[in-house]
């Protein structure tokens, strides 16, 4: 099927109430504008050079989400336009996002990321770490960046039964922190978890939004994007 047709199709098995990000990284900027044509407008990307080149060859309105690891020092160069950066896994990396948030005057939506799998090579805050960054005195402090939800990323294994877990603790741990720290606050909404391998098993756990790229566009063509 063609890109056009898989958005659709996904569109109607997901329902109106997950929204679908569709995870562009490493495909041709000609590949989102199919996309874009059929009507999706949120793009999720992992390295920033790539983000920002296709944001400057692309149209305006795309909503685009920086979903991979972000250093520090290159939040600088998509503070201007990202949408969402549902990857933020330290205070440190929050605060960078706050204060060039300031500078380019706008409040930026983000996602802190929990570790939930099995794997030492994700990344993503312990649930102890998330209730840390939300009690400090520092994060009470930023006025640029707004935490719309949590973002997680299961284990990569064929084992159903643990990703139900893994996104079942998560979907547990989302509740707890929005009724602890997010009560009245109506924009803390998101719960981002599920690809293109599990997103039927993150649904039916509670997620609402789902980062969906090899079933929309094909196979991905590695490309080696310099200095992220």
Same mark, same amino acid.
């Given at each position: ?19 679908? @990000? *569709? +995870?562009? !990284? ?20 992992? @390295? ?21 690891? @972000?250093?520090?020092? !290159?939040?600088?160069?998509? &503070?201007?336009? +990202? #949408? ?16 060039? &948030?300031?500078? &380019? ?11 939930? *799998? ?8 312990? %649930?102890?770490? *998330? ?6 005195? $520092?994060?009470?402090? %930023?006025?640029? +960046? ?7 990323? &299961?284990?990569?294994? !064929?084992? $159903? ?9 998560? !979907?547990?741990? %989302?509740?707890?922190?929005?009724? #602890? ?14 690809? #293109? ?32």
């Amino acid at each position: 099927m063609s890109i056009a047709d898989n958005i659709k199709s996904l569109k109607i098995e997901t329902g109106p109430g997950v929204t679908l @990000l *569709a +995870v562009s !990284k490493t495909k041709p900027a000609t590949d989102v504008q199919e996309a874009y044509n059929a009507g999706q407008r949120q793009f999720g990307e992992n @390295l920033v050079q790539e983000m920002v080149e296709k944001y400057e060859q692309l149209p305006k309105d795309i909503e685009w989400h920086l979903i991979g690891h @972000l250093q520090t020092n !290159k939040v600088k160069y998509i &503070a201007p336009f +990202v #949408s969402m950066i549902q990857s933020v896994d330290s205070l440190k990396l929050l605060h960078e996002i706050n204060k060039y &948030a300031q500078k &380019a005057d706008r409040v930026i939506d983000c996602l802190l990321q929990i570790y939930i *799998a099995d794997e030492e090579t994700k990344f993503g805050l312990g %649930f102890d770490e *998330a209730i840390e960054l939300l009690r400090s005195e $520092e994060f009470a402090m %930023f006025k640029n +960046v707004r935490i719309r939800g949590l973002m997680g990323i &299961a284990t990569n294994t !064929k084992n $159903e039964k643990q990703i139900k877990e893994e996104y079942y603790e998560l !979907k547990t741990f %989302f509740d707890g922190i929005k009724q #602890s720290y997010f009560r009245k606050i109506e924009t803390f909404n998101t719960l981002s978890m599920g690809m #293109s391998s599990d997103y039927k098993l993150a649904i039916e756990q509670g997620s609402n939004m789902i980062r969906v790229g090899s079933t929309i566009f094909g196979s991905r063509v590695i490309k080696y994007w310099k200095n992220n």
